[in-house]
């Protein structure tokens, strides 16, 4: 692997060009886990500081990934990062106004938790050493983001799992659907779609399992990502 990104150049216009995409999409993602936190405090008012405390830290992840594109001289494509997130945006949005807790929790706390991890854990070998450090401090926090996810689920279970069903059969697919649109670029960085495909599956039905979810359960609501959108 270090072979790999002795031969990458952070410099050449084609990595740039795809990284200006690619690092759009990770600020927006943190953009959009900042706001999605903020709401659930809302929702949410018992467990109201712990949610803040989670948007404060994807604030302070935006930022070092912000520090990212500017160390390699990039501007970051924010329209076109903005669209990317579009879909889960409005089924967030959606969800939030109708005061579906489980549904935003699912959308927010795993399946966008479960994208980050996996692009970043995929991302941090073929990094340059600027963003690699950054994405390794990031990457360990994200996680205790989806354990509150996990959490609180696991507890809601019962009452939960007919509405967890319907929220994966609505968003999952759309992964699929950015995981396809972002190939090329990751590709470009040296990030294999493969690899990331894999990386989320494995995450997500850890998740899955770690609620309440069957091994044939999770088999099942994975096949949902399966699905055209």
Same mark, same amino acid.
């Given at each position: 692997m270090q072979q790999l990104v002795e031969k990458i150049d952070f410099q050449s216009e084609k990595y740039k060009d795809a990284y200006s995409r690619i690092n759009?999409?990770?600020? #927006? *993602? %943190? !953009?959009e886990a900042h706001d999605n936190y903020i709401q659930l405090a809302e929702l949410l008012? %018992?467990? &109201? #500081?712990?949610? @803040?405390?989670?948007? &404060?830290m994807e604030n302070r992840h935006k930022k070092g990934f912000e520090a990212c594109g500017r160390n390699l001289q990039v501007t970051p494509d924010m329209q076109f990062a903005q669209e990317f997130f579009s879909g889960l945006h409005q089924n967030f949005q959606t969800a939030a106004a109708a005061g579906k807790v489980v549904t935003c929790l699912l959308i927010q706390a795993l399946i966008i938790e479960c994208?980050? @991890?996996?692009?970043?854990n995929i991302y941090i070998p073929v990094a340059d050493d600027f963003a690699r450090k950054i994405t390794e401090g990031v990457v360990k926090e994200e996680y205790s983001h989806l354990n509150f996810g996990e959490v609180w689920l696991q507890k809601h279970f019962a009452e939960s799992k007919? %509405? @967890?069903e319907t929220a994966n059969r609505q968003n999952l697919p759309l992964v699929w659907k950015m995981l396809n649109q972002v190939a090329d670029d990751? !590709?470009?960085l040296? /990030? %294999? &779609? #493969?690899?990331l495909v894999e990386d989320? /599956?494995? !995450?997500? *039905?850890e998740a899955l399992s770690n609620i309440g979810f069957t091994t044939r359960d999770i088999m099942r609501l994975s096949a949902y990502g399966l699905m055209p959108v």
């Open positions: 759009a999409i990770v600020i #927006e *993602g %943190e !953009q008012p %018992e467990s &109201k #500081e712990d949610l @803040i405390r989670l948007s &404060k994208f980050a @991890i996996a692009a970043y007919a %509405e @967890i990751a !590709q470009v040296a /990030m %294999e &779609k #493969e690899a989320f /599956m494995i !995450q997500y *039905g």
